[in-house]
Structure formats: structure tokens, C-alpha cells
């Protein structure tokens, strides 16, 4: 019978008891040891390491010297939120959203730049994002040699182990190597994401899926986005792969495999609707979506007809997702949301259609439109939980280095 390494339990371990005291506040030894079934004697000896390093601090509650309470005062654990800090950022066609936190993911500062960045080469927008990062670390009155950790997150397919970016509408090119190019200008460890893990981060720290470990998000705007929470840790594909959403086959024919992306996406929904003037500067502000609706409700039935494609599409879509996966929560977020019931009620119809009878009260879909500065801080969660030392993915081991990802190469550990 093969036995678990000892070293990655000690690290699963260190990072449940890490999580838990930061979900939970400030809690006992004993409330720990019983909310993720470790011993006493586990639990003491990861806390007394974890308070040796600084990352948690201990308070005292019910002091015998108050003369309100009998017995020995109760040691309370809670993170030390100097521990670290960390920047987490949101690369968007029209935008850089910056953020800085603590080590509890408390928001230190913010910073949006609105500047088209898809039609710029690499290296400017690698310039970019130094700035960014510069200005909005200096906003939360830290200097850069503070920062442990840079996380950018952006639309496409990102491998997490390299920081390559495979896809992304955002880069003219692909399989560009953005960790390194920040790296060289920052000279601190970074981390590239996909805005889809993100964000789902985000919802299972901050926003609506707190008391959720498994659940699904769809990131619904020019690229369809997504994240899949399982038992509390981000699922990955082969080589760390982000997942997405845009590629799944909706129909075919002998001559072409028709893509959601196809259907649903903004560009899909405008479908040459670029050439108006307004509808033009309204994508530039991230507006786009706004303007269509406010087209559709002046009458025009082609967009109409189009945002009605793109729902039911989305919950055909989704209703695959829950036969899939069975979550119990499926979050949709993203710019396309603006649209209204105009997206949503033949979206929901289509799912509801579409889920198989089995299935049909599973999974409760919820509208979450969240702000640019939740996407940054969803990128900050995700390097915060490499830091509090989470050491595997759903397929295996977080941190990962390939030889050449361009090709089928072997692993080097």
C-alpha cells in the first residue's frame, strides 16, 4: 500500500489551517482541529510554525484580570495581515484595474487606466503594467521591495505554471511569455492567470459563493470565460491550462463545427455593428453592451434578435455544465450582463429546457455584476493562496516548471 508523501501533507495541512483562519476570523486551536478534522497535536504544530514565521498572530479573550469570566483566558489565532502584500491586476481590451492587498486580502489601494491595450505590442503593454503596478503600489503607500507577489489575470487560455499566454484577444500574438517580460521589469515572482480563475477566486473569498467550495462561474463578455471551483481548490487542465467557455461546440455541419463563441459572444452579438460611430466609442469605454441594450429598447429587433440568440445559447451552454458537473451554483459575471432580461430570459428558458429532468433542481444560477476592482482582487486571491502554501491542483502539484510547452515536451520537477 503506497503512503501519502509526507511533505505534501504537511503542506495541504498548512494551508487548510491558513484558509480557516482567514475565512473564519479570529478562532481557536480547537475550532480549527474540528472544522477541518485535524488532531490537536496536528493543528498545534502547523500554528506554532505558522506563528514562528509571522504569518498568524495570537489575541486572548476572557482575561482572569477583568473579573468577567473564570477559567484561563482563550487563545484566539488570526492572520497577520503584514505578512505579505500583494498586487493583483485585470488586463482588459480597454483597461488595466489594479489592486493592492494585505495578506488577508484586504484592499490597501486601487488603480484604473483606461487605455486601449489590444492593439499594442507586447512589450508596451508589459511597459504598461510596470507602470500600473508602480503607481498603484506607491498609492498604498508601500515601495515595490514590499510586494511579494505580482498576479495578473486576463481573458484567453493561460498555462499558470509558465505564465505563457496560449490565446488571448488581447495579444496580437500567441504563446507570448508574460510572467517572464514582468519579471524582468519588476524582478518580482509573478503569477498570469486566466480573468475567469480570477474572478472565481474572487467570489469564493470575497463575494458570493463564500459558504460554497464547489461551484461553477461563466464569465459572459468579448471572450466566454470559465472557472471551476472544486472542494475549495480552482480546477486546472493538463499543464495548468485555464479553462474556457467560448470553444464548446454548439452544432455542426458537414462543413463547419459552430463555437458558443460564435453565438454568444459581444462581438457575435454586434456582428459588424463596429461601424457606428457610437456603438464604436462605447466599446472603448467598455460600454458596448450598454448602448446595445439602449438600441434594442429603441426598437432595433436585429440586435434584439441577437442578444436572444446569444441567452439561449449561454443556457444550452450552461445546462451541459451542470450535466457535467452538478453544482449547485452557477455564478454568471461579465460586461455582457448590461444587456438585461433582453440576455437573460431566453437564457433562462433555454436552461431550463435543456437540463435533463434529473438534474432539474441541482444548481441555482445567480447574476453577480461585480466591479473591475473585484476581477484585480480575484488575481490577488490567487497568488495569496500559493502564498498560504496550497501545493496541489485539481491535477496535481500548483507550482510547476515544463521544459518546452510549445511541444509535447516531458516534465522537469
Not at 510554525?49 to 504569518?55: A, N, P, V
Not at 447574476?367 to 490577488?380: K, N, P, Q, Y
Amino acid at each position: 500500500m503506497k503512503t501519502a508523501d509526507p511533505e505534501l501533507m504537511r503542506a495541504i495541512n498548512r494551508f487548510h489551517v491558513l484558509d480557516t483562519i482567514r475565512r473564519f476570523g479570529a478562532i481557536s486551536r480547537v475550532e480549527i482541529g474540528e472544522r477541518i478534522q485535524l488532531s490537536a497535536t496536528t493543528v498545534s504544530a502547523i500554528t506554532a510554525s505558522l506563528l514562528d514565521d509571522g504569518l498568524i498572530s495570537t489575541r486572548h479573550e476572557g482575561d482572569l484580570r477583568s473579573g468577567g469570566s473564570r477559567g484561563r483566558p482563550r487563545v484566539m489565532l488570526t492572520l497577520n495581515p503584514e505578512a505579505a502584500r500583494v498586487v493583483g491586476a485585470k488586463i482588459a481590451t480597454n483597461r488595466l484595474v489594479f489592486t493592492v492587498t494585505n495578506f488577508q486580502g484586504d484592499v490597501l489601494a486601487n488603480l484604473t487606466l483606461p487605455v486601449r491595450v489590444d492593439r499594442l505590442p507586447v512589450d508596451v503593454i508589459a511597459d504598461l503594467v510596470e507602470d500600473g503596478v508602480r503607481r498603484c503600489v506607491l498609492d498604498a503607500g508601500l515601495a515595490l521591495d514590499q510586494i511579494k507577489t505580482v498576479a495578473l489575470s486576463l481573458p484567453g487560455i493561460v498555462e499558470h505554471g509558465t505564465g505563457r499566454v496560449r490565446a488571448s484577444s488581447i495579444f496580437r500574438d500567441t504563446n507570448v511569455p508574460l510572467k517572464e517580460a514582468i519579471v524582468q521589469r519588476l524582478g518580482i515572482d509573478t503569477i498570469v492567470e486566466s480573468d475567469a480563475n480570477a474572478i472565481t477566486m474572487a467570489e469564493h473569498w470575497f463575494g458570493r459563493c463564500r459558504d460554497c467550495d464547489d461551484f461553477v462561474l461563466v464569465a459572459i463578455e468579448e471572450s466566454l470565460g470559465l472557472g471551476v471551483m472544486h472542494g475549495g481548490q480552482l480546477f486546472r487542465g493538463a499543464r495548468e491550462l485555464s479553462l474556457t467557455l467560448g470553444d464548446m461546440i454548439m452544432g455542426s455541419d458537414p462543413d463547419h463545427a459552430l463555437k458558443l463563441s460564435e453565438v454568444a459572444s459581444e462581438r457575435a452579438i454586434l456582428n459588424g455593428e463596429h461601424n457606428d460611430p457610437q456603438i464604436r466609442d462605447a466599446i472603448r469605454l467598455g460600454q458596448g453592451m450598454s448602448r446595445v441594450r439602449g438600441l434594442i429598447e429603441a426598437g432595433d429587433n436585429r440586435l434584439k434578435h441577437a442578444a436572444g440568440r446569444a441567452g439561449a445559447a449561454l443556457g444550452i451552454a450552461i445546462a451541459n455544465l451542470v450535466a457535467l458537473f452538478a453544482p449547485p451554483r452557477v455564478i454568471l459575471v461579465g460586461s455582457t450582463l448590461a444587456l438585461g432580461d433582453h440576455l437573460l430570459d431566453p437564457l433562462r428558458t433555454a436552461f431550463a429546457r435543456a437540463t435533463p429532468e434529473s438534474l432539474a433542481n441541482v444548481a441555482q444560477i445567480v447574476i453577480d455584476e461585480v466591479s473591475d476592482e473585484l476581477w484585480a482582487r480575484g488575481a490577488a486571491a490567487v497568488a495569496l493562496g500559493e502564498l498560504y502554501g496550497s501545493p496541489w491542483g485539481t491535477t496535481g502539484p500548483a507550482r510547476r516548471s515544463y521544459t518546452d510547452f510549445s511541444n509535447a515536451g516531458t516534465r522537469s520537477e
